[in-house]
């Protein structure tokens, strides 16, 4: 009976496999697979379990099969001895997991060759090739922003309150979003309480680490009304009291595997470590942070409140349109006019100088009077009509001003949020090499290193996670500052329309009555003077047609929208 039928596999983790494998169980860890760095699951449950994770955040059934992985639920004194053997068993249950993964490998077209015998023997070169492939597709799909529609969803649900809304928005901005579909119970991957904790120490934030590689157990959890900002005086001192426990726990922790380190590279090693996540200040970041978050989701949601009332106000506004005229040509018409009206006052003034060198038996004694009044018509008749034009022009500079009396487009946005998220990933991602180039020699020491990564890769984590909501966060702030600054400016526009398209209309009106008036004046004095027709020959609009604005320019309408 060979290893595989008959038990376990003889095969033992060589360096060279061992520097693989722990490259394979930081690449999971890296996108959130926790349990890869508990020190007593097995090797298979560490990368069978991490591989089938990920695969089931893209295909939640394989082939219409719920995923058949069960993570090994030995304790850690049973399997201490197991450890160093790749695989325990080779047994139908196996045999099925690793089926199901390669079927769902398959599935997605990858170009690896991926076998039974990959696993089962194991070849780590395959199945390094699958693991980081497998965690270049999580990172493209955060990319892409697949991994945040519940967060998306937020921004187009209604709520009773803007409080209640930004309070849930704030409680999606903290939580990961994916869910494992495997039957491995659900991991909070980014949110850790232990990092808003502005009393817990590194040495503290480290034994967390430490403790959850040896046990695969939190020993600082998640409260429930840690995210209730209206908390009552008996509530926050009970959430301090269990904080403080837990800060006390993890205390004892620290100063048992600092007594217990053998050299003085591995204490050095930790105590820098502890120092710098205490230099890192994460709580006040992330504190800070998530104030500034709920400010703008506080903003956003008030702006999405005036857009909707304002839109709701829109849709039950009679609005009233006016044609518009074309001033050049108004223009021109007055400047005929009163041309003519000048014209016209000349001659009378020429003809009453006339009358006036006649004896009074030569002109009616009316005559005079009558050209005195007419002459006094058209003197008022000019400034009449160039009010009525200056008029008319202001309500069309007023009726076609940009506005700029509304807030500026964007403004109050914090967009400088992804930023400093990006900048802080940096700033994490340069540290860690320039802390400690090579691991140490020392297990106790190398157990902390590790768990020091794991806390860079946690951190890493959780600010990710947050810059990709940030960049959402922003977009769905512009994008309804946008729509209710541009629906301000459609509402003034509407409100120009029906102030200043009513004036228009009204001084039109009252241009066309003086030109009519001044036409009949015209009329009047050709028909009474013939010799003026001679002296000042009319224009034939003046003389054959009416004098009058296009009326079908001040025509209005109305429509109900």
């Not at 691991?439 to 984590?461: H, Y």
Request: glycine letters at 2%; a neutral charge.
């Amino acid at each position: 009976m060979s290893d595989r039928e008959g038990g376990q596999s003889s095969r033992r983790l060589t360096p060279a496999d061992s520097e693989i494998f722990q490259e394979m169980v930081n690449a999971l860890s890296s996108v959130g697979y926790h349990r890869a760095r508990v020190s007593h699951v097995t090797p298979f449950d560490k990368l069978v379990g991490g591989i089938a994770w990920i695969l089931s955040l893209f295909q939640p059934f394989v082939c219409g099969q719920q995923w058949v992985f069960i993570e090994w639920k030995g304790k850690p004194d049973t399997c201490k001895s197991m450890i160093n053997s790749f695989f325990l068993k080779y047994t139908i249950s196996y045999s099925m997991q690793v089926d199901q993964i390669i079927r769902a490998i398959k599935n997605m077209e990858s170009s690896i060759s991926v076998t039974r015998d990959d696993f089962f023997t194991p070849n780590f070169p395959v199945l390094r090739d699958i693991v980081v492939w497998l965690t270049n597709k999580v990172k493209d799909s955060e990319k892409k922003r697949k991994s945040y529609q519940h967060f998306v969803d937020c921004f187009n649900k209604l709520y009773n309150t803007n409080e209640e809304a930004s309070k849930k928005l704030m409680s999606h901005f903290r939580r990961q979003e994916r869910v494992t579909t495997t039957k491995t119970p659900r991991m909070e991957l980014f949110d850790k309480s232990i990092f808003r904790d502005s009393s817990a120490s590194g040495w503290m934030i480290l034994a967390e680490f430490i403790n959850y590689q040896s046990t695969g157990e939190s020993i600082y959890r998640k409260l429930d009304h840690e995210d209730n900002v209206h908390l009552t005086e008996k509530q926050v001192r009970i959430l301090n009291e269990v904080k403080e426990a837990y800060r006390i726990e993890l205390q004892k922790i620290a100063d048992q595997i600092h007594s217990s380190l053998q050299t003085n590279l591995g204490r050095d090693l930790i105590d820098k470590i502890a120092s710098w996540i205490e230099d890192l200040k994460i709580a006040d970041v992330l504190i800070q942070t998530e104030s500034r978050v709920l400010m703008e989701c506080t903003k956003y949601y008030a702006d999405f409140k005036d857009y909707s009332d304002l839109q709701e106000k829109s849709r039950d506004t009679e609005q009233t349109l006016y044609k518009r005229v074309d001033i050049d040509r108004v223009k021109q018409l007055i400047d005929d006019a009163i041309t003519r009206i000048n014209t016209l006052h000349e001659a009378l003034s020429a003809d009453l100088k006339r009358m006036a060198g006649q004896t009074s038996s030569e002109e009616p004694d009316n005559k005079s009077e009558d050209v005195q009044k007419r002459l006094h018509i058209l003197t008022e008749l000019v400034p009449m009509i160039r009010e009525a034009f200056q008029a008319l022009s202001n309500a069309r500079e007023q009726r076609d001003k940009d506005e700029h009396t509304i807030e500026e487009l964007g403004k109050g946005i914090d967009d400088q949020l992804a930023k400093d998220f990006s900048s802080a990933i940096k700033k994490l991602d340069a540290i860690p090499a320039q802390l400690y180039p090579d691991p140490p020699n020392e297990k106790l020491a190398l157990d902390i290193f590790n768990a020091f990564n794991s806390f860079v890769i946690d951190v890493r984590l959780q600010l990710t996670n947050w810059y990709c909501k940030a960049r959402i966060l922003l977009d769905q702030r512009l994008e309804i500052n946008t729509k209710l600054f541009e629906l301000k400016l459609s509402e003034r526009r509407t409100q120009r329309e029906a102030q200043y398209g009513k004036v228009e209309e009204e001084q039109i009106k009252q241009l066309d009555a003086l030109l009519n008036s001044a036409k009949k004046d015209f009329d009047l004095w050709q028909k009474e003077f013939p010799e003026f027709q001679r002296l000042y020959p009319s224009d034939a609009s003046i003389k054959n047609g009416k004098r009058k604005i296009d009326t079908d320019d001040v025509a209005s309408k109305k429509n109900r929208y």
